[in-house]
């Protein structure tokens, strides 16, 4: 009797057997999966389908490409023709014109200053705007700190002039 491959479960529990009706046999490697092991509907197996059966090791193993399917295969050729310029673009021939690594830095550095300068305008016109917001906001507490000092002062008034009637 020819060695049995078990490729689901422990050779020794067998589960019943070899009985048919209880395990499927893959076609490429000839290994032997418990139909519990695999969960598969026993329903599901026909003759047909026992006899073409691939245990998941081997589907795996084998090449993606033979999809008998209508997905389209994408283009990975790096030749990709006449371009139609973006819109917008300048016209002119480009291959006249080269940038070399100066001209980078300097338009970079012309950038820098721009943007330094943007952004101390931008600073003095938050401070102005902050400075304003404050003052705008400190008007009301400035008037009631006045009347406070003058009631103040006119209760001293007042106590001063208690104090020289008691003497």
């Known amino acids: ?4 491959y078990w490729g689901c ?10 009985n048919n009706n209880d395990f499927v046999t893959c076609l490429r490697c000839k290994k032997r999966y418990h139909i519990e092991c695999i969960s598969i509907n026993e329903s599901f ?8 059966w691939n245990c998941p090791e081997c589907v795996n193993k084998l090449p993606k490409s ?3 399917d209508s997905t389209p295969i994408r283009n990975t050729s790096n030749n990709r023709g006449n371009k139609r310029p973006a819109l917008k673009s300048p016209p002119g021939d480009t291959s006249k014109s080269h940038i070399t690594r100066d ?8 950038d820098d200053e ?25 008007k009301p507490i400035n008037a009631e700190l006045s009347q406070i000092k003058e009631s103040m002062n006119f209760l001293n008034g007042q106590f001063e002039d208690m104090k020289k009637l008691m003497r």
């Open 1 to 4: 009797m020819a060695k049995v």
């Open 9 to 18: 479960c422990d050779p020794d529990n067998n589960m019943n057997g070899d």
């Open 45 to 52: 197996l026909s003759k047909e389908i026992r006899a073409t």
């Open 66 to 68: 033979k999809k008998n």
């Open 103 to 110: 001209d980078i830095q300097d338009i970079a550095n012309d």
């Open 114 to 138: 721009a943007m330094t300068k943007k952004m101390d305008e931008n600073f003095l016109r938050m401070r102005q705007d902050m400075i304003n917001v404050f003052n705008e906001t400190l």
